[in-house]
């Protein structure tokens, strides 16, 4: 059977952690190879760095980053922020990363999309849609962190991701991003109702239950967190046993 | 020993190089090449292969020699070699995906998309997934049944002989998860992304 997965995400500006771990036998809580080492030593499924460094001048750490990563950590590897052009995924994936995570530049033309899963494969292509709740069961793309509004449906943007070839979904709600009150469950399972590619939920998760309330209620193929892992609060095991035993089948 | 990871463009190959530089350390040498002559004499191959079954046959044949190499290596030398992902479905006689696309021809059979039961299941099939050995095989020495494997495919390979099967994973319908027949050995899961359970897998090999 497959599983449900945990996916802790780094969010790493200028070469270093933004929100680093609490843990004890951290030597340096800014270093994103010795966290990432620390969360797939501690059962995490995936790996994923998201890079929110402003200037484009800072690419190269991101890269020689994910290249010390990807010789320590043999679990699969995720690698989001500033994905623009063909080079970009090009020099990502030749430093290890497994998979890329477009968002902006796919919004702007789902054709690089398109382009990007024939050249590389599905298996490496995520789209991460950041989308707003409009009205009661209508939700709309965003860009720039949720501060640009597209108006674009998130719904038939899903759909479309998928008809060009993206292999999975990554859906942040921008409405609780941040707030640790929950996925946004509506807006998880509107997506994965209407899309055939696994869909991996993200923003606003405060508690192990929201986890759960993700995979159960939205139907999410995998849950990504930041926060709840960052600051010690839980560790990857505490979420895969709670959700061991509330019968959500994971990888223990 | 030499062990040669062959990179014939298709795709993404990082991770295969950093799994097998990891466990190799010390003990073999690794070559990352599509040069004939080191294939030719080397111990141990490794198949990789991401994208479209189409797309890497495509990319095999546009290297002159390199089919029949490896042809010969595997089939007629019967030496060591390792399929992961496409590169095991390439062993083949056809494959479905994009366009009808002839194979290797290693073991019978053919290459189509898994039945998700009209999108009651979602494709790719991403992520963690058991493995049902099916028969005692040398890349899973000392590992237990019901481990822990990283997937990631939307077609399976369909072998005509099922005595080739070694394991199986279960999601929309039973998949074969990997092949060994004699020196030829296959993985649909990427053992190189499968964490420690998936280095054991490359260690066994590399210890045949």
Redesign the interface.
């Known amino acids: 059977?497959?599983?449900?997965?945990i996916i802790p995400c780094l969010d790493v500006k200028d070469g270093r952690v933004v929100k680093g771990i609490n843990f004890v036998e951290l030597k340096d809580a800014g270093d994103p190879v010795e966290q990432a080492k620390i969360y797939?030593d501690g059962g995490a499924?995936e790996i994923c760095f998201l890079d929110i460094t402003a200037s484009n001048e800072n690419r190269e750490t991101i890269i020689d980053i994910v290249r010390k990563t990807?010789?320590e950590c043999?679990?699969?590897l995720t690698v989001g922020g500033g994905v623009r052009t063909i080079q970009n995924i090009t020099d990502l994936?030749?430093?290890?990363?497994?998979k890329v995570s477009i968002n902006t530049a796919a919004v702007k033309n789902v054709d690089f999309v398109k382009e990007a899963s024939k050249k590389?494969?599905?298996?490496?292509i995520v789209v991460a849609i950041d989308a707003k709740k409009v009205s009661d069961n209508k939700w709309e793309v965003f860009t720039h962190g949720g501060r640009n509004k597209t108006g674009i449906d998130a719904v038939e943007f899903a759909q479309k991701v998928e008809e060009n070839g993206a292999?999975?979904i990554l859906l942040t709600s921008m409405d609780k991003d941040g707030t640790k009150s929950g996925y946004d469950v509506d807006l998880l399972k509107t997506i994965t109702n209407n899309t055939?590619?696994?869909v991996i939920a993200s923003g606003g998760v405060g508690t192990l239950d929201h986890l759960y309330d993700g995979i159960v209620k939205g139907g999410a193929?995998?849950v990504l967190a930041a926060s709840i892992f960052h600051y010690g609060e839980y560790k990857i095991k505490d979420a895969k046993e709670y959700l061991n035993s509330k019968n959500v089948s994971v990888?223990l | 020993m030499n062990v040669t990871i062959v990179d014939y463009q298709s795709g993404n190959i990082s991770s295969v190089i950093n799994s097998f530089t990891e466990v190799a350390k010390g003990k073999a040498n690794l070559e990352v090449t599509s040069d004939i002559k080191k294939i030719k004499f080397s111990d141990k191959i490794i198949l990789p292969g991401q994208g479209s079954f189409k797309s890497c046959v495509d990319s095999l044949n546009q290297i002159k020699g390199l089919v029949d190499t490896l042809q010969e290596f595997a089939m007629t030398n019967k030496k060591p070699l390792l399929g992961i992902c496409v590169g095991l479905q390439m062993f083949a006689d056809i494959g479905y995906e994009e366009a009808e696309t002839k194979g290797l021809g290693w073991i019978s059979g053919k290459v189509s998309k898994i039945d998700n039961q009209k999108g009651k299941f979602k494709l790719p099939h991403i992520g963690w997934n058991e493995i049902e050995i099916q028969k005692e095989s040398k890349i899973f020495k000392d590992i237990k049944n019901k481990s822990h494997m990283y997937f990631v495919h939307s077609y399976e390979f369909i072998p005509e002989d099922k005595s080739v099967i070694s394991a199986i994973t279960t999601y929309s319908s039973k998949i074969v998860c990997s092949v060994e027949r004699d020196n030829l050995f296959g993985t649909q899961f990427h053992p190189e992304k499968s964490d420690k359970i998936g280095l054991k897998v490359i260690e066994n090999f590399l210890k045949l």
């Not at chain 1, 994936?93 to 497994?98: R, T």
Request: net charge positive; aromatic share 6%; glycine share 10%.
């Open positions: 059977m497959l599983k449900n997965r797939s499924d990807a010789k043999f679990v699969p994936l030749l430093a290890g990363a497994d590389f494969g599905s298996q490496c292999g999975e055939n590619i696994p193929s995998a990888r």
